[in-house]
């Protein structure tokens, strides 16, 4: 059965998004395969260029093509990866049951908080192993941005 991981920052995507970079070296360190799932096609630049910068000496083979060991997409197939789904996006896709861990990201805009919550009422229903980490503290809001 898929384990669910959520993982709650204190500041908005751009605080998502590095603690992304973060569990995604950490799971290419372990040579576990990653299909990180993000909203928008800006995300995903985004996100690839900060794992090219997300520590001087590492090195985390990904790209865009669903091959790759390290995926980032917007689509909504997941190619041939089942280990572990990284979810920047509000919603989760359907076929997540088909992944070992999903780790959902949590950050501090309201619409995307009440999603989450959603999603971790779903998957207690239906029984699903969660845990919850706050890492607030550690990944806070910006100076100057508002954080919930």
């Not at 509000?90 to 009440?114: G, K, N």
């Not at 239906?126 to 550690?138: F, I, M, Q, V």
Request: net charge negative; with cysteine.
């Amino acid at each position: 059965m898929t384990s669910i991981s959520f993982y709650k920052v204190g500041g908005d995507h751009a605080a998502a998004a590095l603690l992304a970079c973060q569990l995604i070296l950490k799971a290419s360190q372990r040579d576990q395969p990653v299909l990180c799932l993000v909203e928008r096609e800006q995300q995903a630049e985004a996100l690839s260029q900060q794992l090219w910068a997300v520590e001087p000496h590492a090195f985390v083979a990904h790209g865009r093509e669903l091959h790759q060991p390290v995926a980032i997409t917007t689509g909504d197939q997941p190619g041939d990866h089942h280990g572990l789904l990284l979810n920047l996006c509000a919603q989760t896709p359907s076929w997540f049951s088909r992944f070992d861990r999903v780790i959902e990201l949590i950050h501090s805009e309201p619409h995307y908080q009440q999603a989450k919550r959603e999603r971790f009422a779903f998957y207690q229903q239906r029984g699903y192993p969660l845990d919850y980490h706050d890492l607030s503290a550690k990944f806070p809001a910006a100076s100057g941005s508002a954080s919930a």
